[in-house]
C-alpha cells in the first residue's frame, strides 16, 4: 500500500511539473510568427496578437516613412518565451496593473527601424529600488540581439520610448544568457520607476545614453550581477553618459565598463541624486567630473588626467604588483574604477603604456600574468577645469539609500514631509525651466548691478538673481527656497551642477608625487601627467 500511494504521489509531482513547463507561451519570430505552434491572430482579445503599425512621429527618417512595423502585443500576465529571427518588428508589453510579465528571451534578433524593438506600456510596478513586475530573461546558453530605434515625437497621445529597450514601468533583468542591443538613441531606458540588472552579458552601444533611469529624483539604476560594457558610439557631435541615472545609481556586484561619448562634456558614471558603489569591478570613463558618494562600502578611484588620453592604464600597488589594468577605445579626461582588491591607506602607482599579459576584455584586464612598465604618472600641483553637471544631496538631506528617503520617527517622516521627495520634485521643476523664456525682456543691467559678477560665472542659484516673490511664483509658496542653493555650480563640497559654470576636481596634493595613496577620504586625484 505504501508504495501504491508512493507511485501516486510521484506521478501527482510529475503532473504538476509538466503542468508547470506548459505555463510557458512559445513565441517564434520569423516571416510567419507562431504562438504555441500557431500562426498569431489578429484578434485583440487574445493574451498576444498581431498588428500592422506605420509610424508617423517626426523622428522617422525620410527612407523609412513607410515602413510597416508587425507589433506583436502582449496583453496579459505570464511567462513567454520568446525566440527567432524579425525584421521591422516590435514587441509591445500592455498587461494590466496587477500582471507580472517575464520575457525569457532564448536566440532571439530583433529588428526596430522606427520604435523601440522593446516596449513596455504597462504591467505590475511596485515602484520600489530593486524590485519589478516586469522581468527580461536571458536564457541560459543564449546569444539575443536587440536593433532598434526611439519615438521621441510621440503622437496620438501614445508615450514616448527614447530607447531600443523602453519601459514606462520598473523593469529588471534575470537569466545567464547575452544580450546585444544597438540603439540610434538610448539603449536601454527606464521612463518611470527602476532598473535592476541581476545577472546576463549585455553589451549595449547607443546613440546616447546606452543605460539611463529617467524619473527626475525618484528611479534607482541598481547592478546587483552579471557583466555590463555600455559606450555610446563615436558619431560626430553625439554625446552621452556611459550609465545615467535622473535618481541614484548603485552598483552592488558584477563588472560594469561605461563609457561617455569620447568628445562630448558627458560622464562615464552620471546621476543627478548620486552614485554608491558597494561591490564588484566598475569603470567609468567620460569628459565630466561626476563624484561618487563617499560613503560607498566598496573603496573607489578616480583620475582627472591633465591631458585625455587613449591608452593603457595600469594601476600597481607598493609591490610593483598589478592590481586594476584598463585600455581606452578613445581618449577621455576622467576615469573612475573600483575594484575589491583596493585597500584603505594603501599606496598605489599609475602608468600610462607599457607591456601587459593577461585575459583581457572590452579593455579590462584581468589575471595579469606579468606587467612591464610604462610611463609613471604624478598626481596634484594643478587643476583641469571642467564642466561638472552633476548633484549629490549632502549627508543632512537624510539617509541617502535609495527607497530610504530620510530619517524617519515611527514609520513617517517628520511633519509628514520627505525631504528627499521634496528635494526631487523642486528638482523636477527646476530642471523643466528655459531661462531664456524666464528672462526674457529683462534688464540684465538692472538684474545684475551690485553681483559679484566672478562668483556668478563660476556657476550660480535661481536665488543669486531672482526676488523671494519671483521664485515663490516658479516653485510655489510652500517650497523650501534654501534647497535651491544646493543646484549650483560652485558648491564643491555638494557636488553641485548649477545652470552652467566650470568646475574643477580640487587638487590632490600641492605638489605634483607620484604617490597615490587611498582612503575614504582622498579618492579623487587631479592632473595626473606623465613624471617629468
Known sequence: MKKLIGAVL??????TVAAAETTETVIVLGDTITVNGTAITEDASDAVYLAHVVETHEDVKEELGGVINRVITIADGGVYRISGTATDTQIAVK???????RMILDGVDLTCRTHAAIAIYSARDPRTAGEYGVTIELA????????????VAATDGEPEFDGAIGSQVSLGFEGTGSLTVDADNEGVEVAYGHLTIGGG?????????????????????????????????????????????????????????????????DGGIDSDMGS??????????GNMYDPIDSDSAQLFMMLEFSESTDDLIVM?????????????????????????????GETYHVYLGGKIEGEQQDGLYTAISAYTPGKQLVHGG??????????????????RQPGGFGPMQDGQHPGGIDPMQEFGTLYAAYRSIDLNELLAGVDLNELLSGKDLNSLLTGFSLTDI???????????????????????????????????GPRAMESSSEVATADFVLSRESTAFSNVSAME
Open 95 to 101: 498587461a494590466g496593473a496587477e500582471d507580472d510579465v
Open 382 to 399: 594643478g587643476v583641469a577645469e571642467q564642466r561638472n553637471m552633476n548633484m549629490q544631496i549632502p549627508a543632512d538631506m537624510g539617509n
Open 10 to 15: 510521484m506521478l501527482c509531482l510529475l503532473l
Open 201 to 265: 552579458v549585455f553589451h549595449i552601444e547607443a546613440g546616447d545614453d546606452p543605460l539611463n533611469v529617467a524619473e527626475d529624483g525618484v528611479g534607482v539604476l541598481t547592478m546587483n550581477d552579471g557583466y555590463v560594457y555600455s559606450a555610446v558610439k563615436n558619431a560626430p557631435g553625439g554625446e552621452g553618459d556611459g550609465i545615467d541615472s535622473n535618481g541614484w545609481i548603485v552598483f552592488n556586484g558584477g563588472t560594469a565598463i561605461n563609457l561617455a561619448h569620447p568628445t562630448s562634456q
Open 316 to 344: 600597481t600597488d607598493a609591490a610593483g604588483n598589478p592590481v586594476f589594468a584598463y585600455d581606452f577605445p578613445y581618449d577621455y579626461t576622467y576615469i573612475a574604477f573600483s575594484t575589491p582588491e583596493l585597500k584603505e
Open 466 to 500: 531672482l526676488t523671494e516673490e519671483e521664485l515663490r511664483a516658479i516653485f510655489g509658496e510652500d517650497a523650501d527656497l534654501s534647497l535651491l542653493d544646493m543646484m549650483t555650480g560652485r558648491n564643491r563640497d555638494m557636488g553641485g551642477f548649477g545652470m552652467g
Open 140 to 151: 541560459a546558453g543564449s546569444n539575443n540581439r536587440i536593433t532598434g530605434s526611439h519615438n
Open 276 to 285: 554608491t558603489i558597494n561591490g564588484g569591478i566598475i569603470v567609468g570613463a
